[in-house]
C-alpha cells in the first residue's frame, strides 16, 4: 500500500498577508534599524534583518519517492536529503531540519502561492505549514562575526566544520535558531520572533568591542 | 557538560541542545485496564537507578527535535553507544 492512496482531507489554507494597504511590521519594526543604518557605517560585525520573508515547514517521508518528487516539481528544486544541508533555486531556500522536516524560505509575498499550489498539485500524506509569522531573519556578516557568533552559540564555527551552505539548527543565547553560512564572513540566523528583541539587544552587546553596523537595504 | 553524538544529525553537539527524557525502552502494557495496581504503578512510576550501564532516552530537542536512545555509564558518565528508538542496544549491563 502506498501512501498515495490515503485520502487527503480539505486543508483550508489562509493567506495571511493582509491587503496591500496596510503595511508589514517585522518583529524588529521597534528597534527603526533604518535610523541606525545611518549612524555608522565601520566595524567588524555587519547585520541586516531580512524581514518578512515567507516560510513553510514541510514534512513528509524522504523514504516515499513518489511524494518526495511531487514535492521536488512544486517547489522547483531537490529538497535535501542529506543531514544539515540545504538546497537554493532562484529565491526558494530549502534547509534539512530533521531527517523529515524541512524549512523552506520564499519571499514574503509568495509563500501562500506556494502553499496553495503545494495543496492542489501533491496527494499524499504530508503537512505542509505556513510559519512566515514566527519567525525573522537576520543576516549577519563581518571580519569579526565569526568571534561574534563563538561568545553566543555552543557550536563550532571553524569552516572545515561549518562549510557554506550548512544549516545547523541549535541555541543561539539560549534561544533557538537555525544557523545556515552563506559565505566565508556571513552567516543567515533565523530566529523567533518572541525572542528578536532580545536577541537584537544581545548582538549589539556582544559586537561592541568590535563595532557594529546596521545596513538597511 | 557531555558531548551528545545525534543519530539523526550525525554529528556531536554540546548538551546544551539536548534533553534528557528518563530511562529508555519502558513497554506501555498493551491491556491497561487489565492491569493489577501493581503493574500499572510500576509501568507509570518506578524506575531504575542503576550503578554502571543505563540505557536513557534522549531528545535533540535545539536540534532536529527527535528522540534517540544512549547507553551511558552512570558511574563515569561515558557514552558507551547511540542508538535510534526502535533499535536493540549492543552494549548491556552483565
Known amino acids: ?12 489554507v489562509m493567506n495571511q498577508l493582509p491587503s496591500s494597504e496596510i503595511v508589514g511590521e517585522s518583529p524588529l519594526h521597534h528597534a527603526d534599524l533604518a535610523s541606525a543604518a545611518a549612524t555608522k557605517n565601520e566595524g567588524g560585525v555587519h547585520l541586516r534583518e531580512n524581514a518578512l520573508q515567507g516560510f513553510l515547514t514541510l514534512r513528509l517521508n524522504p523514504e516515499n519517492k513518489d511524494l518526495l518528487a511531487s514535492a521536488n516539481a512544486v517547489l ?13 533555486e532562484g529565491a526558494t531556500t530549502a534547509r534539512w531540519m530533521s531527517p523529515d522536516e524541512w524549512l523552506i524560505s520564499v519571499p514574503g509575498e509568495a509563500a501562500f502561492d506556494l502553499e496553495t499550489a ?23 556578516s563581518g571580519e569579526h562575526v565569526v568571534e561574534m557568533l563563538k561568545k553566543s552559540v555552543p557550536y563550532d564555527f571553524h569552516i572545515s566544520e561549518f562549510p557554506a551552505g550548512k544549516v545547523v539548527s541549535t541555541l543561539f543565547a539560549k534561544s533557538s535558531a537555525v544557523i545556515r553560512r552563506l559565505d566565508e564572513q556571513a552567516f543567515e540566523l533565523i530566529i523567533r520572533r518572541s525572542f528578536a528583541d532580545y536577541i537584537w539587544l544581545w548582538i549589539q552587546d556582544a559586537s561592541r568591542e568590535y563595532g557594529l553596523v ?3 537595504d | 557538560m557531555l ?18 527524557k528518563g530511562q529508555a525502552h519502558i ?30 532516552l534522549w531528545v535533540h530537542a535545539a536540534g532536529c527535535r527527535k528522540f534517540f536512545n544512549v547507553t551511558r555509564n552512570t558511574q563515569t558518565y561515558e557514552i558507551k553507544e547511540v542508538y535510534k528508538v526502535g533499535e536493540k542496544p549492543t552494549i548491556v549491563a552483565e
Open chain 1, 1 to 12: 500500500m502506498s501512501d498515495t492512496a490515503v485520502e487527503t482531507p480539505n486543508v483550508m
Open chain 2, 3 to 20: 558531548h551528545i553524538y545525534c543519530p539523526h544529525c550525525c554529528e556531536y553537539r554540546e548538551e546544551e541542545e539536548f534533553h534528557a
Open chain 2, 27 to 56: 513497554v506501555r502494557p498493551l491491556d491497561p485496564d487489565a492491569c493489577t495496581d501493581q503493574e500499572w504503578g510500576e509501568f507509570m512510576y518506578f524506575r531504575k537507578n542503576p550503578r554502571g550501564i543505563h540505557h536513557e
Open chain 1, 76 to 88: 522547483g528544486l531537490e529538497l535535501p536529503t542529506k543531514p544539515l544541508s540545504s538546497v537554493t
Open chain 1, 118 to 140: 503545494f495543496q492542489e498539485k501533491v496527494d499524499g500524506h504530508f503537512s505542509l505549514v505556513n510559519s512566515s509569522g514566527g519567525v525573522t531573519t537576520l543576516v549577519v
Open chain 1, 214 to 216: 546596521i545596513k538597511n
